[in-house]
């Protein structure tokens, strides 16, 4: 006798379709990111300036935030996407927001007037694109699983 395969229930797809939440967090993430990457990056001595912060940690963030920029716009633009890719994207920036926490708490960067508020800004963009991608990752998750369910019966 064969007993019909019936998926369980913590099964994992390698991909998944994303959905419109998370194809929204991941485009913005990567907007705005590449917007601060070029005020670092195209305004790198005037802004460390304004923010007291040295200028190569302005150029630094710059650049890293380009790449990251680039890397989230070619993510979001997927059919589909490895939730463990995604999972990544979402740790990085918590990852992040807790680094800048770090920085204004230990008083590595200039964390009073400017430097502060946009610290501030470079920490809490990152914990709501985290926020916003996991429900996205979570509602993508929950499609594919009815997908299978559906396919299934």
């Known amino acids: 006798m064969t007993v019909p395969h019936t998926p369980h229930a913590t ?9 419109p939440l998370l194809r929204f967090g991941l485009g913005l993430d990567a907007a705005v990111s590449a ?3 070029l005020l670092h990056l195209a305004g790198g001595g005037a802004l460390a300036a304004a923010l007291a912060w040295p200028a190569a940690a302005v150029a630094a963030s710059g650049a890293f935030m380009a790449g990251y920029a680039l890397a989230l716009a070619w993510l ?6 490895p939730p463990a890719g995604v999972r990544a994207v979402v740790a990085g920036n918590l990852a992040w927001a807790g680094g800048c926490a770090v920085l204004g708490a230990s008083g590595a ?12 800004l470079l920490g809490a963009g990152p914990a709501g694109f985290a ?10 998750m929950s499609h594919a699983a009815l997908r299978r369910s559906a396919a299934a019966a």
């Open 11 to 19: 099964h994992r797809p390698a991909r998944i379709t994303p959905a």
């Open 35 to 37: 917007g601060a990457a």
């Open 76 to 81: 979001a633009r997927r059919a589909t996407l």
């Open 109 to 120: 960067l200039a964390s009073a007037g400017w430097g502060g508020v946009w610290l501030a």
């Open 131 to 140: 926020l916003l991608q996991a429900m996205g990752l979570r509602s993508s």
